[in-house]
């Protein structure tokens, strides 16, 4: 078996604690390994380092390794990528949020959505997916249409029927 990986943590304990309470919950177990090795006084494996974090062997010899090469701000750099910003402007955003709002203008489905902001705001289109979630995360719509009513349906008699179903 080889020998466990010689490394020297050159923050305090301390400071390593204030450092824990500080960050993320997805970034906390890499400052508990340096707290481990810190406390520990010989040399820890991978193995026995992922044995104590409970986290898989390769991503304790991972950690181990961006520490060693670029210290601790290598170690916590988050490395995700993403947050891709949104297609709907804040402009766009305004302006659906005020035609779902008006009582005369409203939509009676997501193609009309579509088309709308296809005609007045992005000619290129917009997916259906995207509205449908967009709309439904930011403004909690939920674009329905009401059912049809019958021509010869008659109001008063509707009106006695529930005065009397009672």
């Known amino acids: 078996m080889a020998l466990a990986k010689q490394i020297i943590v050159k923050e305090t304990e301390q400071e390593l604690k204030a450092l824990l309470r500080k960050q993320p919950v ?3 177990t890499r400052i508990k390994m340096l707290l481990v090795l810190k406390k520990s006084e010989v040399f820890l494996s991978k193995e026995s380092l992922a044995r104590i974090l409970k986290i898989n062997h390769n991503t304790a010899q991972k950690w181990r390794t961006k520490y060693l090469k670029g210290g601790l701000d290598e170690l916590l750099s988050d490395g995700r990528i993403g947050f891709k910003p949104s297609i709907i402007s804040s402009e766009l955003h305004q302006a659906i949020e005020d035609r779902l709002h008006s009582p005369k203008d409203a939509f009676t489905s997501y193609i009309d959505l579509i088309n709308w902001i296809t ?3 992005m ?3 917009v997916n259906y997916q995207t509205i449908n979630s967009y709309v439904k995360r930011k403004f909690g719509a939920k674009i329905k249409v009401a059912r049809k009513s019958h021509i010869n349906k008659n109001d008063d008699l509707v009106d006695s029927f529930k005065k009397t179903s009672v």
Request: aromatic share 12%; glycine share 12%.
């Open 123 to 125: 000619p290129q289109g």
């Open 26 to 28: 997805h970034l906390k």
């Open 119 to 121: 005609e007045n705001y």
